[in-house]
């Protein structure tokens, strides 16, 4: 911040004075002098900067130069294939679909088709017929009285304060015109939500929108806003790859007193969602929550998002499922790798599994305890493409959804500003000058063709693998190279049988 004041003050007096002497040349370069002599003796005896006390006024630069080092780095030195967290091709891939744009690559795949851990699909010589309307997948276990037809590829979870209302609102109205679903993250439901789109609310630690004033669970919020029509299905926050086993983090610059009212919370604070949830503290208290939600809401579909840390307590669900015959009716996979607006450093990069082992893990294991039948996992880490989609499903996923895809397809330019309100593009921005920029009637449409267009490129792929069903997607049209070996994910990760993690006696005659 303070650099970036220094920066601004700086610039502006060079470039009055550069005004000022082309008009009274004499009185222009002498006060330019004083100023750069008290600039230097100010640095010469402030403590609080080492190098601007041995370098007096040169100093400034290296301040001037780390501000703007993200956009440099972005822009000048990174190649298409290395940009971190999302690379220069998977951002062009996004930015042509939302604009409908050219579709094709010249000259080739600029990827290290030799490098370890390369993956690619498997295609048939006799590809298939393209589908023309895109696939749903119907979500809703035996108690589910409401199921869902979803698309195979949504909008993941993404709170109102986390990003601006413009970006909400455009959300909302492309999944309208798409038809398919808007997780709301757990900053709880806005206005700006329900603009006519499907609705995932997303309820997290906090309880945002359906808390007492203590921050526990209200079952009376809860219910009266489960039932409004727009929400199509409930999903519990357990946690998030970003930042599993912390909570979220809704800085004090972006909780305006709109958001602090949506959420119940004190405005102009930092918002600390707790690690963990209140109403349940073990697997079987999970499971009475997700039937106590269910039946709050008329029954809807109501599952779990979740980051996978220790495989043990993963497992203690599966078998509590088997053992009280409550099951949720999805469970969405999170990775490591996953995207947030603000997240402790340590969090983001040491804690949680990374998003393909987990993804096995949980397909598998709810394979091995004979529940995948009734549950269907939806998976979001770091969705971009069609290819991407494809390798979920393949994995075992049922559905898809996209974050930071859909923030792209909104205009985002990976500022890396999320944090700081200060987003130049008014996507994950409260600042009023800043959103007026992202114009709803133009964004929206742009989620809706990237989305879209991303699905018209999953069918070709689709049917080059010479598939004309989902359930005939599986782990042997993956292959990837691990140690100069090449094989399939099918002898990689042998898929479970159905069961064969069950005792005998919980085996049903």
């Known amino acids: 911040m303070r650099e970036a004041i220094r920066f601004t003050l700086i610039i502006s007096i060079i470039v009055g004075l550069i005004i000022f002497t082309n008009i009274w040349p004499v009185w222009g370069f002498s006060i330019f002098g004083i100023i750069l002599f008290s600039i230097g003796i100010y640095d010469i005896f402030q403590k609080e900067h080492s ?23 972005q822009y000048f030195i990174e190649s298409d294939t290395d940009g971190k967290p999302i690379d220069r091709n998977h951002r062009s891939y996004i930015y042509q679909r939302a604009k409908l744009e050219k579709e094709t690559h010249p000259f080739g795949t600029q990827l290290n088709v030799e490098a370890e851990n390369f993956k690619w699909m498997q295609h048939s010589i006799y590809p298939a017929k393209v589908k023309k309307e895109y696939p749903r997948v119907t979500v809703g276990g035996p108690d589910c009285k409401q199921p869902y037809s979803s698309s195979l590829f949504n909008i993941s979870a993404m709170s109102f304060g986390a990003l601006s209302k413009n970006a909400i609102e455009s959300l909302n109205k492309g999944a309208k015109a798409g038809n398919f ?31 007492t004033e203590e921050g526990n669970f209200d079952p009376e919020k809860f219910e009266e806003k489960a039932n409004w029509p727009e929400v199509k299905m409930i999903e519990i926050k357990i946690s998030q790859g970003a930042k599993p086993g912390h909570g979220g ?16 919370v004190k ?37 779990f998002k979740l980051s996978i840390g220790s495989k043990d307590e993963f497992l203690e669900i599966c078998e509590k499922m ?58 979001a880490t770091k969705i971009f493409t069609a ?32 944090d700081t ?16 920029g992202l114009v709803v009637e133009d964004k929206w449409k742009r989620v809706k063709n990237y989305q879209q267009q991303t699905l018209d490129d999953f069918l070709e792929l689709f049917a080059a693998a010479g598939c004309n069903e989902l359930s005939e997607l599986n782990r042997t049209m ?13 002898v990689f990760y042998p898929a479970v049988a159905s069961g064969a993690y069950l005792k005998e006696e919980q085996i049903a005659p």
């Open 51 to 73: 190098i601007l006390r041995n370098f007096p006024l040169l100093g400034h630069m290296r301040y001037m130069l780390e501000l703007i080092s993200p956009e440099i780095h």
């Open 181 to 211: 679903f808007h997780d709301t993250g757990e900053g709880g439901i806005s206005d700006y939500h329900r603009c006519g789109g499907d609705l995932v609310w997303e309820i997290g630690t906090g309880y945002f929108g359906c808390r």
């Open 249 to 264: 983090v809704l800085p004090a610059s972006k909780n305006n007193d709109e958001i602090a009212t949506i959420r119940g």
């Open 267 to 303: 405005p102009h604070t930092d918002v600390l969602s707790p690690p963990g949830h209140s109403a349940f503290s073990d697997a079987e208290g999970l499971l009475a929550f997700v039937q106590q939600l269910r039946t709050l809401s008329n029954g809807k579909p109501v599952g």
């Open 322 to 379: 088997v053992e009280t015959g409550i099951k949720p009716d999805f469970i969405v996979v999170d990775g490591a790798e996953g995207g947030t607006g603000a997240a402790p450093i340590d969090f983001s990069n040491y804690v949680g599994m990374p998003w393909e082992n987990a993804l096995i893990f949980v397909v598998d294991a709810l394979n091995g305890f004979g529940l995948k039948k009734d549950i269907k996992i939806f998976t």
């Open 387 to 418: 290819f991407d989609i494809f390798k979920a499903l393949c994995i075992g996923a049922d559905i898809c959804s996209s974050a930071r895809g859909m923030m792209l397809a909104l205009g985002c330019i990976q500022a890396l500003r999320c």
């Open 421 to 436: 309100n200060k987003c130049p593009t008014g996507v994950a921005t409260n600042n009023r000058r800043l959103m007026n």
């Open 478 to 490: 993956i292959n990837k190279k691990i140690n100069d070996t090449i094989q399939s994910y099918s």
